[in-house]
Every structure is written in C-alpha cells, then in structure tokens.
C-alpha cells in the first residue's frame, strides 16, 4: 500500500476529454481546475525552483496519475480485442519527393505519431537505415545481408479493427506523400499472457 503524504489526495483520473493547458496532450486526462495535469504540473514545479515539499507531493500526484493511466490502458485493451497492424512503405515509395520537401513530410508524419501517442495507439514507428542487414543464423553465425530494398518506413498501431488502422494508415499516407501497405500482426495468446504478468 502507498502512503501519501500529508495533504496528498488521489484525485479522480477518468478522462475528461480536456486537453492539459502546458502539454497539449490528452494521454493526461486533466484532473485539476488550473486546466495542468498532474504530470505537467510537477514538471513545471521542479523548473520553478519551489521547496521540495511542494515537489514531492507534485510528483506523488504524478506517478499515482501515470499509474491509473497505465491501469485503465491495461483494463481496456483487456476488454477489447486489440490488435496490432503494421503500416509501411517501400524503399523507394518517397523518391518522388522534392529534398526541399522532406522537412515538411517529416513535420507531418511527426504529426501523426503524435495524434496516435495521444489516442493511444501507438505502438512505434522509424525508418530502416539504407545499410545493409546483419544475417544472424542459429548456429551464431554472423554475415552480411542484402539492403532494405523492400521496406523503408514502418508504423505499428495496436486497434480494435482493421477498419481503424486502414484509418491511420490513410493518415501516413497524406503525410509521408506515398501508398501504405497494412498487414495485421498475428496475436499470440501465450505471449499476451507473459506480457500481463501473473494475475494480482
């Protein structure tokens, strides 16, 4: 059991659908009437300087805000038939792309990942490096591999259907300025259980 210290409330996390005033993320439902979530609010305490007291109830908030999100992550992806899908593209899909464009595609595709992080869904996304692989065989042998030619940049999203992810991948589409290829990640339910640890 956590021992708060005095005058340390657990307060209330359900989603509000407020977007917090200094991170502009909705991943941290506001809780406060300032409009800061719990996590801002303690980040913002330590640049000010203020006595560790202060600080330290800030962070207790912040971690029991974090660990409730954590939890109602956990509780909803449990009761829905999540799945992960992989969104990509191939090595030379962006060729098309003036140089002096790419910063904005990759303003855009930032944007994406973003609004994914935000949603919940993110799961990760980059580039493969235009290097070649590293064969690995299962006596430990090690030699050299052929370049990315068919892969470039992957996306991988965890949804409930593959209608939404067709949605995301519409989304990198118009932002990396080339087609998407989507192909849903087999589940392995053993695995799912390691990953949510012994029951509690």
């Known amino acids: ?24 993320c909705v991943a941290h439902p506001v809780t406060r009437s300032d409009g800061v979530c719990p996590v801002s ?71 994406v990942c973003q609004e994914a992080i935000n949603a919940g869904v993110y799961v990760l996304a980059g580039g493969l490096e235009d290097q070649p692989s590293s064969m690995v065989y299962p006596d430990g042998t090690v030699t050299g591999g052929p370049n990315p030619e068919a892969i470039s940049g992957i996306t991988v999203i965890e949804v409930p259907t593959r209608e939404e992810a067709l949605a995301w991948a519409a989304k990198v589409a118009a932002a990396c300025r080339c087609a998407q290829e989507v192909r849903e990640i087999g589940s392995d339910p053993e695995l799912d259980a390691m990953l949510r640890g012994p029951a509690s």
Do not use: N, W
């Not at 209330?12 to 977007?19: C, D, L, R």
């Open 41 to 111: 609010a303690a980040h913002l305490l330590a640049r000010s300087g203020t006595d560790k007291s202060r600080l330290v109830i800030a962070l207790v908030r912040a971690y029991l805000h974090r660990a409730a999100i954590r939890s109602l992550v956990h509780t909803t992806r449990e009761r829905c038939d999540m799945t992960k899908y992989l969104i990509s593209f191939g090595a030379h899909a962006m060729d098309h792309i003036p140089e002096r464009d790419m910063p904005a595609v990759a303003k855009a595709a930032h944007a």
């Open 1 to 24: 059991m956590l021992v708060l210290p005095m005058g340390v409330d657990a307060q209330p996390t359900t989603a509000s659908g407020a977007v917090c005033a200094t991170c502009r």
